[in-house]
């Protein structure tokens, strides 16, 4: 079901996007591949010279990125299973019939954290955890326990991160695993509910089957947004205390912006596309199976 | 779990979902009456739950903190952007969904694969080329980066429209003599509307939302809201009730969108994988 079409029509419909993605998208990762063979510090540039893998083998060999690294694996290990176990309930529950006013506002309310400007996620984390002023505090103080240094200290802080990042990505997990539930055929169902009574039979042996693309989805898209994870711990806590909430992203940053070596900053940016690309391979090859 | 009990009463039922709305909620109302609150009910501690609201901070965050400059350059930004988001993206859609050539499936999977090409990767190579070029703290540098996520949200979602839409109406065009830009012009795109209003809204979405490009490339005449937000926990006393107006100005505009489009945000979000 598809047309022959000469080249002229279609460059004339594909061309300017292609052209335009090309420009923003692969034109700046080729000059970063460039200048990730050159020691290019913005302070230093007279001392600009070509060191060849230099900056590959520092990266490779430096503390900073793989701390980062395992502070980024960190948040994924803590954030994502509570998601998913929290997401499953909210889902379940969507899925029951009835209360269906209830259960429209509540989905209403799951798009609003995933939607929120990530920045402003780290200024909420910033007022609502103050240790003097914060609302979180106040809570905590009426179950008795006094009062934390949550954004100050390191252990804290990154549980700030895991709080909110939990906040705010929870609804997106719950809404893809509610859509994997919907997939179950209603039959299949409602026979193995006559089966039994127990829902965690049917959750086990009936729906989990269907569940699993979209926990793979949900885990490989958690992995990409982990790794790309910038703007909310940025505002909230520049990386810090020390570098207790310095991810992957945020460290890239810092040696580009803040110590202006944009030859090391661009041979960190090229292994994370070399990560990301592999996981969109295997995201690809799962779900696009049937494109023609 | 909701699976443990087995007559499980309405009640309950309701008790959870009431508890799930509070959760996404709750930050939002913190939000909106903190920015509420003048300095002296801000720093009150504990926290104030009853107080006489003021409207000061949004004011002043407005006209002396050049918020609306930093609105206004995110509205600029973010139109645009998604404008030439669609117009480049439509056609690409539908040749995609209807035309045959070799490399399409690459072609597509090359869009897809930007959903998770992370911004700081482009950002430097990106900030290079902008001083050399004098594109850096336009606009123009920012529209042009947000269409490494715009575009293939765009083509994506308009792809999936084009091909929901039966293959007769384009073979009937053909036989009365339509080139294959008037098909697309007269038939089909007015047929997709649906999607690329979707498309749009998520491109404006995302697009509003976005920082890192922003706070690199754009660093004053265009700085964009969110950049401007992150200034402001600079320094030693920290205005609460001016950052969390700042924050209620930023979030309303995509909080309107995303309800919206709130069946579509997670088609967007997984590239369709998860309709």
Redesign the interface.
């Given at each position: 079901?598809?047309?022959?079409?000469n080249r002229r029509?279609?460059l004339?419909?594909?061309g300017?996007?292609?052209f335009?993605?090309l420009?923003?998208?692969v034109?700046?990762?080729a000059?970063?591949v460039w200048?990730s063979f050159y020691y290019f510090n913005l302070t230093k540039l007279s001392r600009s010279e070509f060191i060849g893998l230099d900056n590959y083998a520092t990266v490779l060999t430096s503390g900073a990125f793989w701390g980062a690294m395992g502070r980024t694996a960190m948040l994924f290990i803590t954030a994502v299973p509570i998601q998913i176990a929290i997401g499953l309930?909210?889902a379940?529950?969507l899925h029951?019939p009835?209360?269906t006013l209830?259960?429209t506002?509540?989905?209403?309310?799951?798009?609003?954290?995933?939607?929120?400007?990530?920045?402003?996620v780290g200024?909420?984390a910033?007022?609502?955890m103050n240790q003097?002023?914060?609302?979180f505090?106040?809570m905590f103080?009426w179950i008795g326990i006094d009062p934390i240094n949550i954004i100050g200290d390191p252990t804290n802080a990154f549980i700030g991160v895991v709080f909110w990042d939990i906040?705010q990505w929870t609804?997106?997990v719950a809404?893809?695993l509610l859509?994997?539930l919907t997939t179950v055929p209603p039959e299949i169902e409602e026979a193995a509910r006559l089966e039994t009574?127990?829902?965690?039979i049917?959750?086990r042996h009936v729906q989990l089957p269907f569940l699993i693309?979209?926990l793979v989805?949900v885990l490989i898209?958690r992995t990409?947004d982990t790794?790309?994870l910038?703007?909310m711990p940025?505002?909230m806590t520049r990386g810090g205390p020390g570098n207790a909430t310095e991810f992957i992203?945020v460290l890239?940053?810092r040696i580009?912006?803040r110590q202006f070596d944009?030859g090391l900053?661009?041979a960190h940016?090229?292994i994370?596309?070399a990560i990301?690309?592999v996981?969109?391979?295997i995201?690809?090859s799962l779900?696009?199976k049937d494109?023609? | 779990m909701a699976a443990a009990s087995r007559t499980p009463s309405r009640w309950g039922e309701i008790a959870l979902l009431c508890a799930i709305c509070l959760f996404c909620v709750f930050p939002f109302y913190w939000m909106v009456t903190t920015s509420l609150k003048t300095q002296v009910v801000a720093l009150q501690s504990p926290p104030a739950w009853l107080f006489t609201p003021t409207l000061q901070n949004y004011i002043d965050v407005l006209v002396e903190d050049r918020m609306g400059f930093a609105l206004m350059n995110s509205m600029i930004v973010s139109v645009s952007t998604t404008a030439l988001a669609v117009c480049l993206g439509c056609p690409a859609a539908y040749a995609l969904a209807r035309f045959e050539f070799r490399g399409k499936t690459d072609l597509w999977f090359w869009f897809i694969t930007n959903r998770f090409v992370s911004p700081v990767v482009l950002a430097f190579p990106v900030f290079m080329i902008a001083r050399e070029t004098g594109l850096r703290d336009t606009h123009i540098a920012l529209i042009l980066m947000y269409l490494t996520f715009t575009l293939p949200i765009v083509i994506w979602i308009c792809t999936d429209q084009f091909r929901s839409i039966p293959y007769d109406l384009d073979e009937a065009a053909q036989l009365e003599g339509a080139s294959q830009w008037r098909i697309f012009r007269s038939i089909c795109l007015p047929l997709a509307m649906p999607g690329v209003a979707v498309s749009a809204i998520l491109s404006f979405i995302f697009a509003w939302n976005e920082l890192l490009f922003a706070y690199i490339l754009a660093p004053k005449a265009a700085k964009t809201a969110p950049a401007m937000a992150v200034t402001f926990m600079e320094g030693y006393s920290v205005p609460y009730g001016k950052i969390m107006a700042t924050s209620t100005l930023i979030v309303i505009p995509v909080l309107i969108f995303a309800l919206l489009a709130s069946k579509h945000l997670v088609r967007g979000l997984t590239m369709g994988a998860v309709k």
């Open positions: 079901m598809s047309t022959r079409v029509t279609l004339a419909f594909l300017p996007s292609v335009a993605l420009a923003v998208g034109v700046p990762l000059y970063a200048k309930c909210i379940l529950v029951r009835g209360l209830f259960k506002l509540t989905r209403l309310a799951l798009v609003l954290p995933m939607a929120t400007t990530y920045a402003v200024l909420l910033q007022v609502m003097k002023y914060g609302v505090n106040q103080g906040w609804p997106f809404l893809v859509a994997g009574k127990s829902n965690w049917v959750l693309p979209s989805a898209l990409a790794l790309k910038f703007d940025f505002t992203a890239i940053e580009g912006n944009i900053a661009a940016a090229i994370m596309l990301t690309v996981l969109a391979r995201y690809i779900f696009y494109v023609r | -």
